[in-house]
């Protein structure tokens, strides 16, 4: 059984960094894309940041280009999300996830994307 396990999040200022972490287990990791998601009160689940199974290209919301970096260690089996000035709308819970097909290019949809994380909350005070 594929599970994902968050951890990294917490309360923060504005223009402090996070870094999240996602530890994978159950199926082989070094295959597959790999994604965070993040979720705000009242607002649907939306695209972050993604990257492919072996690491080579990385994928931005505009939202966040430039502040957060994906990356991921096939050898431990863990993808992390490092977040930089960090910003009050940045605020929301976040999921790590794992694509459903092996070796495809990262998608920008929630629905590509087969074993979800329980989330981890990040809030940045203002």
């Known amino acids: 059984q594929v599970q994902l396990v968050e951890s990294g999040g917490g309360l923060v200022q504005t223009g402090d960094s996070l870094r999240l972490s996602c530890a994978a287990s159950?199926?082989?990791?070094?295959?597959?894309?790999m994604a965070w998601f993040r979720q705000a009160p009242g607002k649907e689940r939306e695209f972050v940041a993604a990257?492919?199974?072996?690491?080579?290209?990385?994928y931005y919301a505009n939202s966040v280009k430039g502040r957060f970096t994906i990356s991921r260690d096939n050898a431990i089996g863990t993808v992390y999300l490092q977040m930089d000035t960090l910003k009050p709308e940045d605020t929301a819970v976040y999921y790590c996830?794992?694509?459903?097909?092996?070796?495809?290019?990262?998608?920008?949809?929630?629905?590509?994307?087969?074993?979800w994380g329980q989330g981890t909350q990040v809030t940045v005070s203002s």
């Open positions: 159950g199926r082989t990791f070094s295959i597959y894309a």
């Open positions: 990257i492919t199974w072996n690491g080579d290209s990385t």
């Open positions: 996830t794992s694509a459903s097909r092996s070796y495809l290019p990262p998608g920008l949809g929630a629905g590509e994307y087969g074993f």
